[in-house]
């Protein structure tokens, strides 16, 4: 897959499965927009970096429409233009269904379903005038899955499905495909240890082992990189009969 000359924006990309998004593109020769609210990436802009790819870093709030509109613009103006949007930024309380307040479910929401929104809003403009526009909003399995941990998180989930569904419906007319990545449970870093960030953290062990502890029918738990190959090839010219569509990225955990 090659996305030379292409320009990537990847939301919430300073660590986890953002920054193994970013990298991946960035891999394959897109020039990323790396976005960050409160830990600045410098991780990510490293690893890119020593991929020899190019990165700009951009602090961005997906609960602002005037920061987003900010992050398009400088997008542009560093690159030329926009081809592939990458809503990732969320926020995950882990509260019971009765333990959130009003002002907590409205931040969840805010920032894991409506910021999507505000983001596509926003990005389309320059997605217009891209040879091909790509659009994929990261969801998770608890989309489908009940998390029994944190309902309103999995409900933000469950929206973005349907806003994926809506914006390709709404979008296809311009050439542009609008998917879902629904990732399983990702090993990702804890805070405290995640810097200095290493390539490692985010791509070791990359086996399919066909046996399935723990409900993974893949043997193991996920990786950054898992998800960050299937949003390259969503990204790709290649994908485009793909759009309105769902890739779950699980280990197979859904199977169970």
């Not at 103006?77 to 269904?97: E, M, S, T």
């Not at 066909?210 to 409900?215: K, L, V």
């Not at 190959?229 to 759009?243: G, H, K, N, W």
Request: net charge neutral; glycine share 10%.
């Amino acid at each position: 897959m090659n996305l030379e000359g292409k320009t990537a924006v990847v939301t919430g990309s300073s660590t986890g499965i953002g920054q193994g998004i970013a990298l991946a593109l960035a891999q394959a020769g897109a020039q990323v927009a790396v976005t960050y609210n409160r830990d600045p990436p410098d991780g990510t802009l490293q690893l890119i970096n020593e991929a020899g790819g190019r990165a700009i870093s951009i602090q961005t709030d997906v609960q602002k429409r005037e920061s987003i509109r900010n992050l398009m613009e400088e997008t542009k103006r560093a690159f030329g233009g926009i081809d592939i949007l990458v809503n990732n930024a969320a926020v995950q309380l882990n509260k019971l269904f009765f333990e959130y307040t009003e002002d907590e479910y409205d931040w969840v929401m805010g920032v894991n379903l409506k910021g999507y929104w505000r983001c596509i809003q926003e990005a389309l403009p320059y997605l217009k005038e891209a040879a091909y526009g790509r659009i994929i909003n990261v969801a998770s399995i608890h989309a489908k899955r009940p998390t029994g941990f944190d309902p309103i998180y999995g409900a933000s989930k469950g929206g973005i499905k349907m806003l994926t569904r809506e914006a390709a419906l709404a979008l296809g007319r311009y050439g542009i495909t609008v998917n879902t990545l629904s990732p399983g449970a990702t090993q990702v870093a804890p805070r405290r240890y995640r810097n200095p960030i290493s390539k490692r953290a985010i791509e070791r062990d990359l086996d399919f082992q066909n046996f399935p502890p723990e409900g993974f029918l893949s043997g193991r738990g996920g990786l950054p990189y898992d998800m960050a190959y299937c949003a390259v090839f969503l990204a790709d010219e290649r994908s485009q009969y793909i759009t309105g569509s769902t890739i779950r990225a699980d280990g197979g955990a859904m199977m169970y």
